[in-house]
Nanobody, 124 residues
Framework: QVHLIESGGGLVQAGGSLRLSCTGT????????FSWFRQAPGKERELVAY??????YYTDSAKGRFTISRDNAMNTVYLQMNRLEPEDTAVYYC???????????????????WGQGTQVTVSS
């Protein structure tokens, strides 16, 4: 069975940092695009960043503060989050789909695999 397993969430003060990890099991994910989404209470799930092959892309909320990277040998994708703000509080999810699929990275339904989510809480 294929699974994505997130870790690294937690409680941090504003201005602090966290590194989230997403490890895939059950298949090789090197030909997959990975994305990080987040969902705050009462809000829709939103794209934060994605990495296709080795190039990362960021939404405006993440630019300059977050860095997405991957280690294909470990089947793992990371999201380094710096200068965290209370507005970053959410459950963070990783998702994966084949890199041959282009565009519409923010569409939740376009992904084949999802992790269970990890809570990030930023206190002011």
């Amino acid at each position: 069975q294929v699974h994505l397993i997130e870790s690294g969430g937690g409680l941090v003060q504003a201005g602090g940092s966290l590194r989230l990890s997403c490890t895939g099991t059950g298949r090789t994910f090197s030909p997959y695009t990975f994305s990080w989404f987040r969902q705050a209470p009462g809000k829709e799930r939103e794209l934060v960043a994605y990495i296709r092959w080795s190039v990362g892309y960021y939404t405006d909320s993440a630019k300059g503060r977050f860095t997405i990277s991957r280690d294909n040998a470990m089947n793992t994708v990371y999201l380094q989050m710096n200068r965290l703000e209370p507005e970053d509080t959410a459950v963070y999810y990783c998702a994966a789909r084949p890199s041959t699929i282009l565009g519409d990275y923010a569409r939740v339904g376009s992904y084949d695999y999802w992790g269970q989510g990890t809570q990030v809480t930023v206190s002011s």
